[in-house]
């Protein structure tokens, strides 16, 4: 993706709520030294539960999470800067105090967030790289599956939406695997019946085209 015009001083007007963390600066650091800074309950003010979702995205599911829950704490995780960007500026304009963003790779996100910091993690229509060779960049592959138990509590729950069936059903695969146990799981989650339901932008374009949308729960075992 080409940089946008201006990036840099967006992300610099946003610095209060996103966090650019993959800079030369913060790899030179030991890893007690990365997950120091991220003291969440200083970082947010208060000792609310925190939730995540990974591949944020422009962020609108996460300004609506964090207006309809004031009492939660909401991260973002998103890897493009010039797309959580516009996650962060939204977030700023609708001043929301309870969310923030990680400019990260999940993939290193046990290295800035605190073990068992999550009541919740999202994945939310996820990329799903179709070609097998790129299997393990799925979010919902072992190495990242991995990484979210150490930073769930217990009792903590990932809750996947996706639009692609066989990306589903391999995550499905993928989730038991590894330990995890499923639960309301739907194929067609508009026709469900499941209530409060939060649209992310590509949900709405999907759901415009009259697509089901596949959705689980899991927890750890
Ligand atoms: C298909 S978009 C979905 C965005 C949003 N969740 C939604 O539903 O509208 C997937 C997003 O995940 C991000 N992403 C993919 N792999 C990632 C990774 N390893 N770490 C962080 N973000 C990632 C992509 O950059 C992209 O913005």
Do not use: Q
Request: charged share 30%; glycine share 6%.
């Amino acid at each position: 993706m080409r940089r946008k015009k201006h990036l840099d001083e967006r992300l610099a007007a946003a610095n209060d709520v996103l966090f650019v963390l993959e800079s030369r600066e913060f790899y030179k650091k030991s890893k007690e030294e990365k997950t120091a800074l991220f003291d969440l309950a200083a970082l947010f003010g208060n000792k609310n539960p925190v939730e995540i979702e990974f591949g944020c995205g422009r962020g609108k599911f996460l300004a609506e999470s964090a207006a309809k829950f004031p009492e939660r704490n909401f991260i973002g995780v998103e890897k493009l800067s010039n797309v959580i960007v516009a996650a962060a500026e939204k977030a700023k304009k609708a001043g929301l105090k309870n969310a923030k963003f990680f400019n990260l790779s999940a993939e290193n996100a046990d290295c800035f967030l605190p073990p068992r910091c999550a009541e919740r993690i999202y994945l939310n229509f996820s990329c799903p790289f179709p070609k097998n060779t790129y299997a393990n960049r799925r979010l919902t592959s072992g190495r990242f599956l991995e990484i979210y138990k150490t930073l769930l509590k217990a009792g903590g729950e990932i809750w996947f939406k996706t639009d692609n069936m066989h990306f589903f059903e391999w995550s499905l695969e993928s989730f038991t695997a590894h330990g995890f146990a499923v639960k309301n799981v739907s194929l067609d989650l508009h026709k469900s019946g499941f209530e409060g339901n939060i649209t992310t932008e590509y949900e709405e374009r999907f759901l415009r085209c009259g697509m089901p949308i596949y959705r689980l729960e899991a927890y750890v075992l």
